[in-house]
T-cell receptor, first 113, second 115 residues
Framework: SQQGEEDPQALSIQEGENATMNCSYK?????LQWYRQNSGRGLVHLILIRSNEREKHSGRLRVTLDTSKKSSSLLITASRAADTASYFC?????????????FGKGTRLHILP | EPEVTQTPSHQVTQMGQEVILRCVPISNHLYFYWYRQILGQKVEFLVSFYNNEISEKSEIFDDQFSVERPDGSNFTLKIRSTKLEDSAMYFCASDRRGLGANVLTFGAGSRLTVL
């Protein structure tokens, strides 16, 4: 299974601090994506990093990918209360017969005022 | 901004009853998916659909489940005889498979409660 596994499962930090979440996966991938889910809502795509990329930025988001370790990290800088949500990494398999997107278990991020 | 629309937002049903969950994907998207999320747990892949047929399905997607795109607009998930363990949020997603990568746009979900 290519399933990603995030850690930590839950993270509470003070507003203004940086939040780092990690993801590990098992098989070869085309790309790795991060999604956000507010409580009881659908998932929203945040950022995609391809297997030949090592780092990508989007606003306050920074994603890294280490394909040798099969791991990725998502950094949210200068966190805000509105960043409180669950964050999921998702991988797209490299095998053309298995290109569905598989999600990890997620990290619940709570930003304290 | 284009959205994926799901109905109903919440359905309560008795065990053994049939349920149909409906989705209207984004109009120029070609690939459609159903995922489910049992409360507070991981988002699980159920099935992907392309060119009017299932392209992949998971072990969860057994004979009790079926999908259909009856009219070129709606994309439905049917559960023939619901079980208690089918209680979950069901998310529809679509993607346009542009630039060689799948980026999913999700609907807000349909909460299914089986009593």
């Amino acid at each position: 299974s290519q399933q990603g596994e995030e850690d930590p499962q839950a993270l509470s930090i003070q507003e203004g601090e940086n939040a780092t979440m990690n993801c590990s996966y098992k098989t070869s991938i085309n790309n790795l994506q991060w999604y956000r889910q507010n409580s009881g809502r659908g998932l929203v795509h945040l950022i995609l990093i391809r297997s030949n990329e090592r780092e990508k930025h989007s606003g306050r988001l920074r994603v890294t990918l280490d394909t040798s370790k099969k791991s990725s990290s998502l950094l949210i800088t200068a966190s805000r209360a509105a960043d409180t949500a669950s964050y999921f990494c998702a991988t797209e398999g490299a095998n053309y017969r298995d290109d569905k997107i598989i999600f990890g278990k997620g990290t619940r991020l709570h930003i304290l005022p | 901004e284009p959205e994926v629309t799901q109905t109903p937002s919440h359905q309560v049903t008795q065990m053994g009853q049939e349920v149909i969950l409906r989705c209207v994907p984004i109009s120029n998207h070609l690939y459609f998916y159903w995922y489910r999320q049992i409360l507070g747990q991981k988002v699980e892949f159920l099935v992907s659909f392309y060119n009017n047929e299932i392209s992949e399905k998971s072990e969860i997607f057994d004979d009790q489940f079926s999908v259909e795109r009856p009219d070129g607009s709606n994309f439905t998930l049917k559960i023939r005889s619901t079980k208690l363990e089918d209680s979950a949020m069901y998310f529809c997603a679509s993607d346009r498979r542009g630039l060689g990568a799948n980026v999913l746009t999700f609907g807000a979900g349909s909460r299914l409660t089986v009593l």
